[in-house]
């Protein structure tokens, strides 16, 4: 079984800051892969990066980093320059290999971000 | 990039009646659809597995006699919400996974159902 813990229910960062948001995991599958979501207000989900269990490197997209600490089991969403829109929820998801189906998402509760100005 | 669709965007109904949430992929070919439920505040809670031309697969405590799931097309599921009750009141959202992208899951802009 697999299960994501997000132990932030909630966070503050001040505008132009930036701000991490902590993810763990808990898998026995040997491949799996670690997404970053947002969520605004409007319920859409917003696909932010993507670790691969093998990935060498950390990943990055613009803002975004994923600090992928593998041995803690801990994949954790840092954001740069924090912008007022940055506002949401943030939910982290893993994908297993040997669930049912292989695209498979178990998400964490979700970290509540606000971005002060 | 590749965009999922969900129609209505919100629904409300009377108890008893049933409603249908359809999900499409617009520019790709989803051989996997995915719905979702989730309460205010709460995470998303994966309900069933929608596979094209095949018996959808539902997670342990969802009634598939209440949710009737149908993927007909490549680009076409849809999740039939039989008999609603106000319990049912919810967050619907599909997501699809693109033929060949394994790693990507593209998520619709969700469908809040309000049952009265």
């Known amino acids: 079984a697999q299960k994501i813990t997000q132990t932030q229910p909630g966070m503050f960062v001040q505008e132009k800051e930036a701000v991490t948001l902590d993810c763990t995991y808990d898998t026995s599958d040997p491949s799996y892969g670690l997404f970053w979501y947002k969520q605004p207000s409007s319920g859409e989900m917003i696909f932010l990066i993507y670790q691969g269990s093998y990935d060498q490197q950390n990943a990055t997209e613009g803002r975004y980093s994923l600090n992928f600490q593998k041995a803690r089991k801990s994949a954790n969403l840092v954001i740069s320059a924090s912008q007022l829109g940055d506002s949401a929820m943030y939910f982290c998801?893993?994908?297993?290999?040997?669930?049912?189906?292989?695209?498979?998402?178990?998400f964490g509760s979700g970290t509540q971000l606000t971005v002060l100005p | 990039g590749a965009v999922v669709s969900q129609h209505p965007s919100r629904v409300i109904c009377k108890s008893g009646t049933s409603v249908k949430i359809e999900c499409r992929s617009l520019?790709?070919?989803?051989?996997?659809m995915f719905w979702y439920r989730q309460f205010p505040k709460k995470s998303l809670m994966l309900m069933a597995t929608?596979?094209?031309?095949?018996?959808?697969?539902?997670e342990q405590g969802v009634e598939k006699d209440k949710f009737l799931i149908n993927h007909a097309s490549l680009t076409l599921s849809t999740l039939t919400v039989t008999s609603a009750h106000p319990e049912d009141s919810s967050f619907y959202i599909c997501?699809?996974?693109?033929?060949?992208?394994?790693?990507?899951?593209?998520f619709g802009p969700g469908t809040r159902l309000t049952v009265l």
């Open positions: 997501s699809a996974g693109a033929v060949g992208r394994p790693d990507t899951q593209y």
């Open positions: 520019d790709f070919q989803a051989t996997t």
């Open positions: 929608s596979n094209e031309g095949s018996k959808a697969t539902y």
């Open positions: 998801a893993m994908r297993g290999v040997s669930s049912g189906s292989a695209r498979q998402l178990t």
